[in-house]
Structure formats: structure tokens, C-alpha cells
């Protein structure tokens, strides 16, 4: 029932809040508590009538502890609302130009640390108070005074308050858990815990230890100084003689933010201290006025959060698929979660031997990340999380589409249906026909290419090739006229001049992927050339092996498919490599390449195509073996590695020259 989900909500973020405003132990990620507070806010604006007066839409943080004097802000101290990619950002931009015309913003490092007010009378530190729940905060005058970036008096004798960040650097987080370890006590988790720690300390000498620093970003009360922009609130701040952090710009438009958040997202390793993401500012006070408060944000300013390379969420179900091979995967079923910058609710398991090795169970907490940056993956379980409710894994031993014994050869790990009138495998394999790395037949989703083989337009690969046959009858169908039933027509006619790799890769042999249908292309040149190749000259060939000659070698052997190759013949495919002779380029040949992140004005394929026509290598991993990393918008993991690792890094324009 939704009323019991929302008070589900309730308790998971109340519970949480404690955990990580009062405790400094988190129970659940960053992440986690996003999504399930976003999930409440949804189910509260639906069902008002189910909102619970304690719930956590309406809090700001987490509840007071006893041990320090409790203090209250004069003007609440809120949180901002949260984005996570270029379309939530934009559509945050135009909420804004609903009320102000030709908005300036200012873009900030989000400081991983704990949220801090400085109160000065007569130019003097009197007080400093934490957010606690943004009303009622906790007074930590005492140990704020010990760090040396909090000016103990100002340059003015003015009575102000200043908020900010209280943060420890990275090199001070690994030296206390250095000391920790030595002293065999429990590590922090990461340096925002440990800072908010240690200004809980009920002794100043500790707390003076931990030598904590301080960003100010924030005057709440800046017209009355004569003010009219945050920015010039952030020139005064320093004018004052505090810190402020020197990363901030001004910037004209949204495309300025998102310029910012691409740089900081490729640099943000260079920092001395975490960041987890970037605010983004309306700069004018009176435009901050005019848009106003939610109940628990400002409408003038959100955070834009790092897409996390590696999320948490609950494993609902195990379901499996049959490919075009036949093989019959379980896949997992997920509460949806962002990770970097979709929405993940699948995630492939592989195989029955890798659920088993990580121990899966349905119900589980599970970690995920993007295998390559593309395909998401289970790769761990909370197993500390389970409450007993949890459901053991079972492989399924029958194929979910059409009933028959799975069968598990000795030699792999995964199991296959071999009823050769599967649908599923046939409809699988007419999907893999059309995709982008294969013959490139663009407007036939999965949905359409089911529906023509049910109707029986198409049960082969022969079949696209003849649809014009039945043109009339399509045009009739519903959702179908004579403009899309033309453009399809016309792309399956383009298909037939691609070249010889994407054929190959296009007729589905097991185990010749895209890459190694380009290696054999290049080499014998026609298709009817490599079907009369022995195993043993193909095992000899650079980068095949036996596997992939195997499995050739039987393809070609079999009737079935000699018939529909030459049938494709008949239709007028090209059988021959079109592919240019590689030129030598002294950045590129010889070279080996990883790509991560997004391209924005070539794709990956096209990337990969390019650096391998020019004589190069494309690599998925990063190892000391490559020479240079290729960094687009949001680069995973293997940009971190590249650094670690001191390989080349080239973004986009860089790439571009050296093509």
C-alpha cells in the first residue's frame, strides 16, 4: 500500500539523518538516500492526505545532540535540491527564466564537509553553530576556534554572520587514519565524517589535532551590507579576510555551468580535498528574492552531484533472457538508481557460476557499476544488510520462452537452449541484424522487429531483403504509413553497401565480435575468401585463436548457412572490405587507445573505426600497456586509473587534432 511505503521512507531517511547528522556513521550512501528521498517527495505530492508531520521533505539535516547548547538561526540555514545530469540541470535553468530575464549564475566546488555559521559582533568570533536540522543547530564556538582558517576577529567591527564549509584536506584524512590504524582503533570512513567528528569533540585539544579548515560561501543577510549580487557577497566575504574558495566563477548562462561541471568533473583529482559535485547560484539577490523558498530549498540554487561509478540499491528479482545464441542469462531486477547520470532498474548476472561467487540472494543490497562505462553490473553484496527475508538463487534449468532442457557445456559456465525454433534466439539474432556495430539498419527497434516476426514477416536475415515485397501489407499496419514504411525500405537498401566487417559481425557467429570481424575483413578481403580458410591458417592468424577459428570453421561447414549467405548474395549484398588502407599517423599508429566518457561530436564507434584505420589499437581496460586515454564528458573510473597510472590523457579537441 502507498501509506505503508511512505512511512517505510520515513523511517529508512529519519533513521538515516540521525545516523549521519548526529552519530557521523552512515548507514546508507549518499546515493541511497537521494533516490528514497526523492521517491517520498513524489508519493507525498501524489497522496498529501498519507504525509507523515515527522517526515524528513519537511526536516533540514538531522536532530541536535545533548552534549553541545542548542542555537537557533535567525535565518534558517536550508539545503539544496539535488540534479544529476545536463537535462535536469537544463530544466533547473528554465524554471529560472520563467521569472528572470537573462539569468547570470554562479558556479562552486560542493565541499564534502559539514555546513557551518560564523557569527561576528563588533568584528569578533562569538559564536559558531552547525546546521543541525537548519533551525536548531549545535554551538561548536569553541572547537571553530581552533582553526586557523576561521579568523578569530575580522577586518571590520561589524556584527555579521558568514556561513560555510568546515572540511579536512586529504592528506590530513590519510595521516589520522594512519594514526588510527597504528593505534588498532576504527578507521574513518572518508574525510567528511572525519571532519564532522572532530568538531564534535567535547575536547578543544583534539579537535585542535585534527587541524580542520574552512570555506566561506555564503552572506545571508548581503543587501543590508549594500549588495546586490552573490558574487560581489563572496568579494566582500575575502574583503572581511576570510577564506573563500578560489574556484568560484561567475559564468552568463547554463552552457557556462556546464562547461564548469565538465572541467571540474575531468579535474577534480587534482584537489587537496573531496568534493562531491558543484552549486549553482542565481547571482542576483533581487532575482533570489523574486524566486523564492520550497519548504525546504532555495528555488534559486541547486547542487549538481558527480555521477557515482559505483551505487547501492536493493536487488528485487532475478529474471532470465535467451540471446541470440541461445544462452540463458539471469539478469537482475533493480529499485531504480542513478548511476552516472541514468537510471538503472537492470543490470546483467552474467552466468549461474557468478551469482554463486558473489553469494547473491534475492532481496539483497547490491552494488552496481557500468562495465566500460556502458553496460551496468552487479558486482557485490551488502551481505551485513540482510534481515532474513532474502531468497535464495536458483538457475532456471528450462528456457523461459519456449520450455526446453537447458543444457551447460563442460567447458563454460553458461547454460544454452538448443531448440533451434526457439523464438526468442531467432528474434534475438534479427534484433543483433539490425544494431549499429552490424549491418546498421536504422528504425527497427526491438518492439517492431518482434511484431513482424509474429506476424511472419520476418523469421531470417534473408527476410529484410524481401519486405518490399509486402509493402502494401505494412503500410496497413497500425502505426505504420507509407513515409516510415519507406524510410525502413530505404535503409535496409543502404544496408546492402556497408562493408565486410559489418556483415560478418552482422550474421551472428559466435564468438567474432565487431573487432575481430574487422580483423578478418582487412585480411581476406571477401567473404567468400574466408569461407574457404582451413582451421589451421586461421588459428595462425594474429588475434583469432582457436575459439574464434572453431567456431568459423563450423559455421561455414553447415548448409543451413552457406544457403542464406549465398541468398544474401542473391539480394545484392557486398561481400568485400571497403575499408581504407591504414595510413600512417606518428600519434595514433601503433599506439594503443582507451576511451571513457561521452564524445560529443563523434561517437565511440566512430572513434574506434578511426584510430584503427590510422594503424592503432582500441583497448576496453586501462593497464601500463596503453599509451593514451581518450576523456570525454563524465569519464569513468578509467580516467582515475590513467592518473594513477601517469598514461596520456587526451580530451576531445585533443583527439580531434591528432585525427
Excluded at 351 to 366: F, H, Q, R, S, T
Excluded at 519 to 528: E, F, G
Amino acid at each position: 500500500m502507498i501509506q505503508d511505503r511512505i512511512k517505510k521512507l520515513t523511517d529508512i531517511l529519519n533513521k538515516a539523518n540521525y545516523n549521519y547528522h548526529v552519530l557521523d556513521k552512515p548507514t546508507i550512501t549518499d546515493q541511497e538516500y537521494d533516490k528514497y528521498l526523492r521517491e517520498l517527495i513524489n508519493l507525498e505530492e501524489e497522496n498529501p492526505e498519507f504525509k507523515d508531520k515527522n517526515s524528513p521533505t519537511t526536516r533540514i539535516g538531522g536532530e541536535v545532540i545533548d552534549e553541545f547548547n542548542k542555537v537557533t538561526h535567525e535565518i534558517p540555514m536550508l539545503s539544496l535540491s539535488n540534479v544529476f545530469n545536463e537535462e535536469e540541470i537544463r530544466k533547473f535553468d528554465e524554471r529560472i527564466k520563467r521569472e528572470v530575464k537573462d539569468p547570470k549564475y554562479v558556479c562552486e566546488l560542493k565541499i564534502d564537509g559539514l555546513s557551518i555559521s560564523l557569527l561576528y559582533k563588533d568584528g569578533k568570533l562569538v559564536r559558531g553553530a552547525t546546521r543541525g536540522d537548519g533551525v536548531v543547530g549545535e554551538d561548536i564556538t569553541t572547537n571553530a576556534k581552533t582553526i586557523k582558517t576561521i579568523p578569530l576577529e575580522i577586518i571590520e567591527k561589524r556584527n555579521i554572520e558568514i556561513r560555510g564549509e568546515i572540511y579536512m584536506s586529504k592528506e590530513t584524512f590519510n595521516e589520522l587514519n594512519e594514526e588510527k590504524k597504528k593505534n588498532k582503533e576504527e578507521l574513518f570512513a572518508n574525510p567528511r565524517n572525519a571532519a564532522a567528528g572532530s568538531v564534535r569533540q567535547l575536547d578543544s585539544k583534539i579537535a585542535a589535532k585534527r587541524k580542520l579548515d574552512c570555506f566561506l560561501y555564503h552572506l545571508p543577510n548581503a543587501e543590508e551590507y549594500g549588495i546586490n549580487t552573490h558574487y560581489e557577497a563572496l568579494e566582500y566575504i575575502k574583503k572581511l579576510g576570510l577564506i573563500v574558495n578560489p574556484n568560484i566563477k561567475k559564468v552568463d548562462n547554463i552552457d557556462g555551468v556546464l562547461n564548469y561541471i565538465e572541467y571540474w568533473a575531468n579535474n577534480r583529482n587534482t584537489l587537496p580535498y573531496e568534493i562531491d559535485g558543484i552549486v549553482i547560484k542565481l547571482d542576483s539577490l533581487k532575482d533570489q528574492k523574486r524566486m523564492g523558498y520550497t519548504a525546504k530549498y532555495p528555488k534559486w540554487a541547486t547542487a549538481y552531484k558527480f555521477p557515482a561509478t559505483l551505487v547501492l540499491t536493493k536487488l528485487k528479482d532475478i529474471i532470465f533472457t535467451v540471446g541470440r545464441t541461445g544462452q540463458v542469462t539471469p539478469n537482475a531486477i533493480l529499485e531504480p538508481v542513478i548511476l552516472m547520470g541514468s537510471t538503472i532498474s537492470k543490470a546483467t548476472l552474467h552466468n549461474e557460476d557468478y551469482v554463486k561467487a558473489l553469494g547473491l540472494k534475492i532481496g539483497d543490497i547490491v552494488a552496481i557499476k557500468k562495465a566500460g562505462d556502458v553496460i551496468p553490473e552487479v558486482v557485490s553484496v551488502e551481505s551485513d544488510r540482510r534481515d532474513g527475508t532474502e531468497k535464495e538463487f536458483i538457475m532456471a534449468q528450462n528456457c523461459p520462452i519456449c520450455g526446453s532442457r537447458l543444457i551447460r557445456k563442460e567447458d563454460e559456465s553458461a547454460y544454452y537452449c538448443h531448440n533451434p525454433h526457439c523464438d526468442a534466439k531467432r528474434i534475438e539474432s534479427l534484433i543483433h541484424y539490425t544494431d549499429r556495430p552490424a549491418m546498421n539498419i536504422n528504425g527497427f527497434g526491438d518492439s517492431i522487429i518482434e511484431d513482424f516476426y509474429n506476424m511472419g514477416y520476418l523469421k531470417n536475415f534473408k527476410d529484410f531483403y524481401k519486405l518490399k515485397e509486402h509493402k502494401k501489407e505494412l503500410m496497413e499496419l497500425e502505426g505504420f504509413g507509407e513515409k516510415s514504411i519507406n524510410n525502413l525500405l530505404e535503409e535496409i537498401e543502404l544496408s546492402k553497401q556497408n562493408s565486410l566487417e559489418k556483415l560478418l559481425f552482422a550474421l551472428g557467429i559466435r564468438h567474432v565480435g565487431s573487432k575481430t570481424a574487422k580483423i578478418l575483413s582487412k585480411k581476406y578481403k571477401n567473404l567468400k575468401n574466408l569461407m574457404s580458410v582451413s582451421y589451421e591458417e586461421l588459428v595462425d592468424v594474429k588475434d583469432i585463436g582457436e575459439v574464434i577459428a572453431k567456431s568459423l570453421t563450423d559455421y561455414f561447414q553447415e548448409e543451413k548457412n552457406i544457403n542464406l549467405i549465398n541468398e544474401l548474395e542473391k539480394q545484392g549484398l557486398n561481400f568485400n572490405y571497403l575499408g581504407k588502407q591504414e595510413i600512417y599517423n606518428e600519434l595514433i599508429s601503433g599506439k594503443k587507445f582507451v576511451l571513457t566518457g561521452t564524445l560529443n561530436t563523434i561517437t565511440r564507434e566512430e572513434a574506434k573505426s578511426r584510430i584503427e584505420d590510422l594503424g592503432g589499437e582500441t583497448r576496453e581496460s586501462v593497464s601500463k600497456a596503453i599509451d593514451v586515454v581518450i576523456v570525454g564528458t563524465n569519464p569513468g573510473s578509467k580516467y582515475d586509473k590513467a592518473v594513477k597510472l601517469n598514461i596520456e590523457i587526451w580530451n576531445e579537441d585533443e583527439f580531434l587534432k591528432a585525427l
